[in-house]
């Protein structure tokens, strides 16, 4: 140990570091500043643990702690009330986050960086923000909020009046807007608790292999350490998943491991530097397997099954309508391709954490990141073997999700260790570890064959889709029966036979994702249409024009459209903007593409609670109670969750008419319930009547490329229903477009024999801030008489068209039809300068 002075937003202090501690591990344990965050240490990509150290923009998990004697040291923390406020005001005004995780840490830097006097141009700011990772806005909006700093410091500038009468149709500032833009308001990594232990997992070295022996004797006796659990340790049923029970929380000896995923032990020490030297203490004998990593091998007789609670074939899909065969004997022109996607990292800036506290009167509660604290506390009661009632789960709003913390990670881990020590136990995975472990996008092959007559209308299509799910069910069956369901795009296709097949493999476990599925299979169709509209010798927006899906019309299921079909009208708004685009610069190369999306049952309660008011927060969690409910996925939250919503409010606002004031109804709930049951599974009907989804988006994109063939420019046209906060609304689609492209361009996950070849952040692809696009969002709204006010839900579909768009402006710019994701040959990927994955042996990547 070796002790260190220096100055802390100004004051004095002393600390006591070991060697190779970073100075984000001082601040945060030492001296709780969590306005500094840790989601990618020791890489130092991210930029969330930005400090200034002695004025100059350092990442606190790069810098050595005995580095920093006599040095002077700012946080957020110690930063004046008035420009707080400032950071606060612009960023809400602005609409310049959304998770948040990211945004303390973009902030400092944007002090920095508008101290300066000097112009700044949006080109400037985006490079001075190149080192900070956004998963959520697009930029956009960030660069809009700095330039409003900037102004207010050197000319006066006022910043935008809030919106706070929070109207439908108004855009109301985000809600904790300014504790999320300061760090003030506590992630789960940030919540103390009295007593606390920290905790850490020991996950496989191998994506197949026996388990002989795994031996803790080491990790139990180093100092600081309380226990090690074991699937011995666990009391109840450790094998836990969402649809099958087929993901054990921890993998015991004499079994296999089946994915560099699999957990072999938790260990409780006195603070996260032990535990984590524990992990690495276990010693686990294993006897390596073959993986088996083509899904293609995988569901061929023979192999090896993968988990032992399925065979290999996941899950078929069938869909079946007309006579597709004769239909495309009998075409004008047919089409035919293989389209391949790749596994995609959620990438999220907050890695998992769990908090489990013991409670006096002998209950477990659980601080959870996840998105269903419903199936949280269903499954970690289970492996626990108490009683749902003995078990409390809160939701502690977390920093990015996209589907990836549907699946629990580590909480049953931690619920299991606070349960055996009997102290509060709180787990953090680090950045690699959190890329093992929750699911990724489904990498799927799809054979497609189209068909269309002389005038270029739709006649059949066949496909067949093969999705690797990765060696646990997750959703992943579920991802590919949506893949199926959506195969058609939002076009009318009168006959269709469709194959799909969900594959476990040894590859890292695949489920939800933004897109669930439909984001693959816009790709290949996208791509068919415009292979049609050339033999057929018309564009592209007219393909489209002509097949695109109207009122009265049959999806792919064999729904019935009768409402809420605005296709046509985001169409139209992407050809005005392609129109637009042609007289300002006549040889820009463009791409357009459409998409479909749909929402899914969801009860809701509002709870006037005299120890957290409605509206606040307590240790920064909400205490607006729900109901008993699915999870916030598939873009559900409006369109169920605010019918849900509107029917307690409604409630709660008729007893205020009547004169009651707020306090007089301390303890009261006001229930509301939306309860679809109307639904139908595919190939089935219920009164005779096929209704598959609730809802449905729709959008068009166009993708503009300039004279060197990089993006430009992209026009995002969304039906959104109703916007029930439009510049919220917006910022959903500008992340979503950030995605997409990413997506299109340069985010790839590979494994070589099971195992991720990668875990840095930039390597994995993910756009920073110069490198997006000029991206306008045309909001369309086409109500849902079932949507609260009309609206829809846009979460998932804002990046489902983008990488068909992006393939078609290639095509237009260099004559090549790309079919393989990401598009790293191409010259728009060839302008971005992340994705750069050294491909040795890359014939054996999956």
Known sequence: MKSVSFKLNGTPRQAQVQPEQTLLDVLRETFKVTSVKDACSPQGLCGCCLTLIDGQPKNACMVKADKVAGRSIVTLEGVSDNERKLYADAFQAAAGLQCGFCTPGIVLRTKWLTDQSRPLSRAEIARAIDGHLCRCTGYKNIIDAIELIHAAKHHGGALPAPVLDGRVGSSLQRYQGAELTLGSRPFVADIDAPGLLHGAVVLSHHARALVKRIDVSKALALPGVVAVATAKDVPGNRWVGLIYKDWPCFVAEGEEVRTVADCLAAIAADSMRTARAAAKLVEVEYEVRPAVVDPAEAIKPGVP??????????????????????????????????????????????????????????????????????????????????????????????????????????????ALLAHLTKRPVRVTLS?????????KRHPITMTYTVGCDAEGRLTALKATLLGDSGAYASVGGKVLERAAGHACGPY??????????????????????????????????????????????????????????????VFTTGQVLEKGVGVERTLLAGRAAADAAAKLKADLDKGLALADLTGRTYAGEIRIDDTTPLGSTKNGVIKTHTAFGWQTTGSRATLLAGRAAADAAAKLKADLDNGLALADLTGRTYAGEIRIDDTTPLGSTKNGVIKTHTAFGWATQMVVLDSAGAVARVVAAHDVGRAINPQQCEGQVQGAVHMGLGYALTEELPCRDGVPVTFDMR?????????????????????????????KGVGEIGLVPTAGAVAAALEAFDGQRRMTLPMKDSSAARAINVGRIPDTDRDQWH
């Open 305 to 414: 099954q993968v988990n032992p609670m399925h065979e290999n074939i996941l899950q078929v899909t069938r869909i079946d309508r007309g006579d597709a065969d004769a239909a495309l004997a009998a075409s004008a022109h047919v089409v035919s391709g293989t389209w391949k996607t790749q596994r995609i990292e959620q990438l999220y800036l907050e890695p998992e954490s769990t908090l489990a506290v013991p409670e006096a009167d002998g209950r477990l509660r659980l601080y959870s990141q996840g998105q269903g604290i419903f199936d949280d506390r269903m499954q970690v009661a289970a492996v626990l073997g108490i009683p749902e009632s003995q078990l409390f789960v809160e939701l502690v709003p977390n920093g990015g999700a996209f589907g990836g913390r549907e699946d629990m990670t580590i909480q049953a881990q931690t």
């Open 431 to 439: 950045r690699e570890q959190s890329i093992r472990m929750h699911t």
């Open 492 to 553: 009318r296709v009168p006959a269709v036979a469709i194959h799909s097949t969900a594959a476990y493999t040894n590859n890292p476990p695949c489920g939800a994702m933004r897109g669930f599925g439909v984001n693959q299979t816009s790709f290949a169709m996208e791509g068919c249409m415009d292979l049609l509209a050339a033999k057929v010798g018309i564009d592209g927006w007219e393909m489209r024009w002509r097949n695109v899906l109207r009122t009265g019309d």
């Open 763 to 791: 390597n994995i692809g993910v756009l920073r801030a110069q490198h997006m696009p000029e991206v306008e969002v045309i909001l369309v709204e086409e109500p849902e008489p079932e949507g609260p006010f009309g609206a």
